[in-house]
């Protein structure tokens, strides 16, 4: 399920061999009836279809070659426009499949009660529901997703994220939640079932990836209006031609009418039949680039509204930083000797199982080579922290060392008669200053030092907020911190603004206040106190080591757990739009070059004078009809892979956009079809087809 497994050659030859069965599958009118544009095209087909089985039998209104290769070429029009979408629809089904391959029927050890030692019943996870509780060891694979209760292990999530490094899983916090299909390295958990049957995330993934939940956008509908609206326009105007084309003629006494193979032609020719062709590809493939960055969105709509998103919200812990404080430096009080201090602090943290208690073992051994020592030989009580005293340590022979919050130390000293140095009372404040967390160790009564906690930045994320103000997109860090410690970390991870000493409701707030502005928010998160904000954005990105509620809440999951995703996911999004723009503007530019070819040959019979406007020289009335219809089907086949693969995405100012947009796609489908029929017109002549 990587993104390097699951990134196949745009025309993987199984891909082509489904998506040809399927443009022939979607000949039926409720298949067609839900692209009007491409509709009024299948409607021209049948219609041809009929006037070439009328001229086979000797009544027909032109030749059977000619109709036949009008009908012929309409019908091929349709099955690309099929094709394009089933090319689209088949990689996300390509992907369910290999999702498939990871849901199986395992089983599970159901228990009566919320603990190891309950008594245990193995049943199929088919027959596990919603708030069942189970059990789940080291080797066992994890029958359905769920919420852990109790324990801690390792779990290889390979067969969703595609990450190869196991992941931590423990109750409480941000990291509680497990999937089905996974599989418990060492340790064990007891679960409780957070979904029924064919309701789990793994059950989701697949309907998202297969397009099933796919609904069009807003933009996206209102470009459907607008080529429905252009495609009514144009059938009104075809229509009436047929009856001003016979009063003509009847006038002037000489000249033939127009015919409806001809105006079938001239219709589908005119109409906005390329991008109305290529307009599904462009949304489900968008869908699908998605998939391939390791996100999976619950609709097209989340991808499109990440294109305008302009305001991005980012939880601190475990997105901006690592998620847990580690120790970087000892700070040891006057007359302390930094060995001192270090050989203190790691003998209160020897059975500290915090990451901040295994920071500082390892910190005192990388700077002064002190190796971890088994606490029970060296006839050690470990003191476990506790909320009223805030301070945990280690008893030894002779000795009593503690480690906890400033004023817990301070408090203790004092107890034992000690004083507290105002060095230290610096050192303190300074960690706090620079958004550290100070840590005292004291022994007896005498304050040894401090050492500094640090929640640590991801490396390279300033760099990837740089990007995103590049793009125009401003970066807020939400946390919990207080506005001292905010400000500090998000100097050193250079996001633009901060929400500090942040509450659930606080944070769903300021998102509707961004909102308020008529601006576009994006929210990245993993905790159930995130959920609401997750909720509310225009584009809520849950990462998958979050807890159930944040990804129910969100309307896309980020399967790596990456905080600099968005970055993909934004771009991605502004990809869509300018692919279906780019597109929408070579289409209505081609369309107006058609004008040249068709209508004066369309109406050289009953306006002969019309024969001055061949200006591309095209050697007779049919074959320039012809050669525009031709030429009308074989550009959605060339325009395909740029649906499929999208214009690329620059960070340019709208105005430079707009102006490439114009040159490139306005000029391109402006000229290519002057040299494409042309060239078609002149392979139909030189093999006398027309």
Known sequence: MCAKTRSRPLFDPPLVRRAVLDAFLKLTPACQVRNPVMFTVYAGSILTTILLIQSLTGHGEASPGFTGAIACWLWFTVLFANF??????????????????????????????????????????????????????????????????????SVDESAITGESAPVIREAGGDRSAVTGGTKVLSDWLVVRGTAEPGQTFLDRMIAMVEGAKRRKTPNEIALNILLAA????????????????????????????????????LFVCLAPTTIGGLLSAIGIAGMDRLIAANVIAMSGRAVEAAGDVDVLLLDKTGTITLGNRQATEF??????????????????????????GRSIVVLAKERFGLRGRDIHELGAHFVPFTAATRMSGVDLPGRSIRKGSPDAIEAYVAEAGGGFPEAVREAVRRVAKDGGTPLLVAEEGKVLG??????????????????????????????GDNPLTAAAIAAEAGVDDFLAEARPETKLQRI??????????????DGTNDAPALAQADVGVAMNTGTQAAKEAGNMVDLDSSPTKLLEIVAIGKQLLMTRGALTTFSIANDIAKYFAIIPAAFVGTYPALAALNIMGLKTPQSAILSAVIFNALI??????????????????????????????GLGGLVTPFIGIKLIDMLLSALHLA
């Open 636 to 665: 959605i086949v060339c325009l395909i892979p740029l649906a499929l693969k999208g214009v690329r995405y620059r960070a340019v100012g709208a105005a430079r956009a707009l102006r490439d947009n114009l040159l490139i796609y």
């Open 84 to 153: 394009a979408e089933a090319m689209a629809e088949g990689r996300g089904k390509a992907q369910a499949d290999s999702l498939r391959k990871a849901k199986k029927d395992l089983p599970a050890k159901k228990l009566d009660e919320a603990s190891r030692d309950a008594r245990v019943t193995v049943v199929s996870s088919a027959e596990l529901r919603k708030d069942d509780l189970f059990l789940v060891e080291a080797g066992d694979a994890i029958p359905c997703d769920g919420e852990i209760l109790e324990g801690i292990a």
């Open 230 to 265: 252009l495609t009514m326009i144009f059938l009104v105007v075809c229509v009436t031609l047929y009856p001003y084309s016979a009063f003509a003629v009847g006038q002037a006494g000489h000249g033939s009418v127009i015919t409806v193979t001809v105006l079938a032609a």
């Open 512 to 525: 509707r206040d961004i909102q308020a502005e008529g601006r576009l928010v994006a929210m990245t998160g």
């Open 331 to 356: 700070l040891p009080a006057p007359g302390v000797e930094p060995t001192e201090l270090a050989d203190a602090a790691q003998l209160s943290s020897l059975a500290d199982e915090t990451p901040e």
């Open 450 to 479: 401090t050492v500094w906690l640090k929640d640590i930045v991801k490396g390279g994320i300033k760099e990837r907020f740089a990007e995103l103000r590049r793009m125009g997109i401003k970066t807020v860090m939400v946390t």
